[in-house]
């Protein structure tokens, strides 16, 4: 066998039909676009999500910006303020309350590390800062972290 001896099998290569070219096409007249309304003109194609005149359903949802719906608000206190407490205080979620450091014993609690601390505590929160912990530590304290409710 030769290269010129080499043909394409049969039906590889499907001849595109040719519409609107007339009656005897078989494709003239509307060419295979059915009768009249959007679908059958030039250049126009069904917009997605359109409803006629009815408001899109798009439209009639309400709107969700760019955060998250269900996001954990920490109630955030900071290392200055813990260094106004007693040396060797066991700060927790009551203690704090009774302060009047946070509002709720009920939300998460986080300790940021704005300030400097030189009294060893024991702080039993929800969340810490890298920088809180460390300052924590290095002052003698403990920083445990607590389940969420």
């Known amino acids: 066998m030769l290269l010129h001896d080499i043909k394409r099998p049969k039906g590889a290569r499907k001849k595109k039909r040719i519409i609107g070219r007339g009656q005897g096409s078989g494709r003239g007249k509307t060419s295979g676009r059915g009768m009249n309304g959007q679908k059958s ?71 940021l590390g704005v300030g400097e601390i030189k009294k060893s505590l024991s702080v039993h929160v929800h969340s810490f800062s890298k920088s809180a912990q460390e300052k924590i530590i290095k002052a003698g304290g403990k920083a445990e972290v607590i389940q969420k409710q």
Do not use: C, W
């Not at 408001?55 to 969700?64: A, E, G, N, S, V």
């Not at 700060?91 to 309350?97: A, D, G, Q, T, Y």
């Open 41 to 111: 003109r030039e250049g126009r194609a069904v917009i997605h999500g359109s409803e006629g005149g009815q408001m899109p359903l798009i439209r009639r949802l309400p709107k969700f910006g760019f955060r998250p719906r269900h996001r954990t608000l920490y109630q955030l206190v900071n290392l200055a303020q813990l260094s106004k407490l007693k040396e060797g205080s066991d700060v927790n979620l009551e203690f704090l309350k009774n302060q009047g450091l946070i509002k709720s014993i009920y939300k998460p609690v986080k300790i």
